[in-house]
């Protein structure tokens, strides 16, 4: 070995080192997400509990996609999150619910655009939803609400809940009944719209990615060797 070839060598030997490490990384945050979705999806996919026993214990980390089951009561105060779908525009309606002496939000579901501004049941309800805690607000690309016309971009929780002056608390209703003659029948107005989970785990691609790069800096490192090798003989 020349002293030509020793600073190259160990630019090489420390590049793969990073790479390799970076590829290791994301395996360990592969291992990580999977258990992450495999108790998302436990609680997403379980029985209702009640939300009395999960409130106020509730945070991302334990809670996001839990189902619950409480009763309360629906009121005449909403904000409206435009939400196109495939069928046309419309609007989520996230409404205001009396719920154990406090007031959180509700996501009731999907309504037509022209039904944004309709007159909706409000009083006695009961709820089959889940937990949310939602991540489509973005500081720099969601649009400001238009507070005058209510219509809101994201469901950015504390936001809303300041707005209609309830605990910034977020529930996304699976099934909705209202009381009518001392009777539970389905809520009409509105259609619930429960989102499905398509959690993304991309850190597979990301430490395929690392130690691709790892591989082709060690080809490189070797060939830049056998070059400097063969201008020295």
């Known amino acids: 070995m020349t002293k030509k070839m020793i600073f190259p060598l160990i630019f090489g030997l420390v590049g793969v080192i990073v790479l390799l490490s970076l590829g290791v990384w994301q395996m360990q945050r ?18 209702p509990i009640s939300l009395n026993d999960n409130y106020k214990t509730s945070s991302p980390e334990t809670h996001n996609y839990l189902r619950v089951f409480f009763e309360g009561e629906i009121k005449n105060n909403e904000a409206h999150v435009y939400a196109p779908q ?35 049941t409000t009083g006695d309800a009961r709820v089959i939803g889940y937990i ?6 973005d500081d720099s690309f969601t649009p400001k609400p238009d507070i005058i016309n209510n219509i809101w971009f994201s469901r950015f929780v504390p936001d809303m809940a300041n707005q209609l002056k309830v605990e910034p608390f977020l529930v996304v209703a699976e099934q909705v009944q ?3 003659n001392d009777n539970w029948i389905d809520y009409k107005d509105v259609m619930p719209f429960p989102i499905s989970l398509n959690i993304k785990n991309d850190h597979r691609e990301y430490a395929i ?21 063969q201008k020295t003989v």
């Not at 525009?89 to 009731?108: A, C, H, K, T």
């Not at 949310?132 to 607000?137: A, C, F, G, N």
């Not at 591989?215 to 056998?226: D, G, P």
Request: glycine content about 4%.
């Open 132 to 137: 949310s805690y939602p991540d489509d607000h």
């Open 30 to 47: 592969l291992e990580w997400k999977n258990d992450v979705i495999s108790k998302i999806y436990e609680r997403r996919n379980g029985e």
């Open 86 to 120: 495939k069928d046309g525009l419309g609007y989520r309606i996230v409404s205001e619910f009396d719920w154990n002496e406090l007031s959180i939000l509700v996501d009731l579901g999907w309504v037509e655009k022209t039904k944004k501004n309709e007159t909706r």
């Open 178 to 180: 209202i009381k009518e």
């Open 209 to 229: 990615t690392w130690f691709s790069l790892a591989l082709v800096w060690f080809l490189m490192t070797i060939y830049l060797l056998w070059r400097i090798k």
